[in-house]
């Protein structure tokens, strides 16, 4: 049976003397791997479409077990991305954790949106002087929308443990409790993180919002650490 699937190509690794396996995230499969044969070859044309960081429709034949890549057509090639250092970092990055909280064959069109604004934008960011720290950003919403698709949606309106509204100070960051304590709870919990007022709105900004918007978003670095330090802490966790 023949299948046609729009998604970004994740990565790649050879099998064989002349084969490929690639790992997707398709739009109408979730994550899928398919086998490319003879892509290794010289004259083998598929392989350009197929290259790792592309959106492209992708056709498969399949019948059992991994299916047959027999077309590729690229419908974004991200070529600005590809071109920056800065930004090819933090899309291993961010490919990695994916593929690491993902499972195979669960279609899930808020994960594949997410997905793609998160490489456009980067791919946008891409052309901009000094723009890391928009990219650092980028990445911080990225992981907590991806988070909360895949059911680990952190709690960052109220106190997890006695369920009061935050105050703005003297809040810590608890993996294990899935969210935020308050200033009279955090005591209690050994492995916390001290969260800043100005990251528990960022993090509010992020669930709430397209990935698409969080470019336009200025915030310190000092912030940008601490959100660093609080998503680490959740995939670890993970």
Request: net charge positive; glycine share 8%.
């Amino acid at each position: 049976m023949d299948y046609k699937y729009t998604g970004i190509i994740l990565n790649k690794r050879n099998v064989g003397e002349m084969d490929r396996i690639y790992t997707v995230y398709a739009a109408e499969a979730g994550k899928i791997k398919a086998i490319g044969k003879g892509v290794r070859k010289p004259n083998a044309k598929l392989a350009g479409s197929l290259e790792p960081i592309t959106l492209a429709e992708i056709f498969v034949a399949k019948s059992r077990g991994m299916g047959k890549i027999t077309g590729a057509i690229v419908l974004e090639n991200f070529l600005q991305l590809k071109s920056n250092l800065e930004a090819l970092n933090r899309v291993s990055q961010t490919f990695k954790i994916f593929e690491r909280i993902i499972s195979e064959q669960e279609q899930d069109k808020e994960i594949f949106e997410i997905l793609i604004g998160f490489v456009r934008g980067l791919d946008k960011l891409s052309s901009e002087a000094g723009a890391e720290n928009k990219m650092d950003l980028l990445l911080l919403g990225f992981t907590f929308k991806l988070l909360s698709a895949t059911g680990y949606r952190l709690e960052v309106e109220k106190c997890v443990n006695c369920e009061h509204k935050l105050q703005p100070e003297n809040n810590y960051f608890s993996a294990g409790k899935g969210g935020v304590l308050c200033r009279n709870c955090h005591q209690a919990e050994n492995k916390r993180i001290k969260i800043s007022n100005e990251a528990i709105k960022l993090i509010r900004i992020f669930l709430k919002n397209k990935i698409a918007n969080l470019v336009k978003l200025q915030v310190s670095q000092k912030d940008v650490n601490n959100l660093k330090v609080i998503a680490q802490e959740a995939l670890n966790w993970l």
